[in-house]
C-alpha cells in the first residue's frame, strides 16, 4: 500500500505516462480513419500503385508483425522487468531521467527503491506501448495498400492493447507491491 506521500509522488509521472499513451492509441485511432477514407472509390480516395502479389506480401507481413508484438509483447516485458528488478537488487540501476520523473530532481520518492520500481513501471510501459503501436501502424499501411480485412481485425486487437496499457494509480500501486516483493526475493537470492 502507498502512503499519502507516495502517492502525491507518482500523481505527476503517472498522469504524464497516461497522456503518453493515449497520444500514441489516438495517432493509431487517427490514422485508421485516414485509412478507411482514403479507400478507392470511397470519397474520391486513392492508393499508391501496387501489384496484387505485393500487396497480399505486404499484408501477410503486416500480420506476422501484429501478431508477434501481440504474442512477444508480455515476455519482452517481463524480460525487461526483471532484468530491471535484478539492478535494483544488486544497487546498480542506472537512473533514468525521463521527463516528469527526472532522478535528480529533489524527491525522495525516486530515489527510493519503490521509486526506481516506478521508474521500470515506466520504461516498460513506454517500450511495451510504442511497439504495439508500431505494429498498429504497420498493418494500418497494409490496410491501406491491400485492404485486407484480416489487418483491420489485427489493428483492433493492438489498439486494443494498447489501450490496456494505461496506467491508472490502482494498476501501479498493486504493479509496485507485486515487484516489491519480487525485488526482496532478488536480494535473497543475489547474497
Known amino acids: 500500500m502507498l502512503s499519502m506521500e507516495e502517492r502525491a509522488a507518482l500523481a505527476k509521472p503517472v498522469r504524464t505516462l497516461q497522456m503518453i499513451v493515449i497520444a500514441l492509441l489516438m495517432g493509431v485511432v487517427s490514422f485508421n480513419v485516414v485509412v478507411l477514407v482514403l479507400r478507392p472509390g470511397e470519397a474520391g480516395g486513392t492508393r499508391a500503385p501496387i501489384t496484387p502479389h505485393s500487396a497480399r506480401v505486404?499484408?501477410?507481413?503486416?500480420?506476422?508483425v501484429g501478431i508477434a508484438a501481440l504474442l512477444g509483447l508480455p515476455p519482452l516485458a517481463r524480460l525487461l522487468v526483471a532484468s530491471g528488478r535484478r539492478s535494483i537488487a544488486r544497487g546498480s540501476a542506472p537512473t533514468l531521467s525521463v521527463g516528469a520523473m527526472r532522478t535528480e530532481t529533489r524527491e525522495?520518492?525516486?530515489?527510493?527503491?519503490?521509486?526506481?520500481?516506478?521508474?521500470?513501471?515506466?520504461?516498460?510501459?513506454?517500450?511495451?506501448?510504442?511497439?504495439?503501436?508500431?505494429?498498429?501502424?504497420?498493418?494500418?499501411?497494409?490496410?491501406?495498400?491491400?485492404?485486407?480485412?484480416?489487418?483491420?481485425?489485427?489493428?483492433?486487437l493492438l489498439a486494443v492493447a494498447?489501450?490496456?496499457?494505461?496506467?491508472?494509480?490502482?494498476?501501479?500501486?498493486?504493479?509496485l507491491e507485486r515487484q516489491e516483493r519480487m525485488l526482496e526475493q532478488d536480494r535473497s537470492l543475489s547474497v
Open 108 to 156: 525522495p520518492f525516486m530515489q527510493s527503491a519503490k521509486g526506481r520500481l516506478f521508474q521500470l513501471y515506466f520504461t516498460r510501459t513506454i517500450v511495451s506501448a510504442a511497439l504495439v503501436e508500431g505494429a498498429a501502424f504497420v498493418n494500418l499501411v497494409a490496410c491501406m495498400q491491400a485492404s485486407w480485412m484480416p489487418n483491420l481485425y489485427v489493428i483492433v
Open 58 to 64: 505486404l499484408g501477410y507481413a503486416a500480420l506476422a
Open 162 to 175: 494498447l489501450a490496456a496499457q494505461t496506467p491508472t494509480m490502482m494498476r501501479v500501486e498493486t504493479w
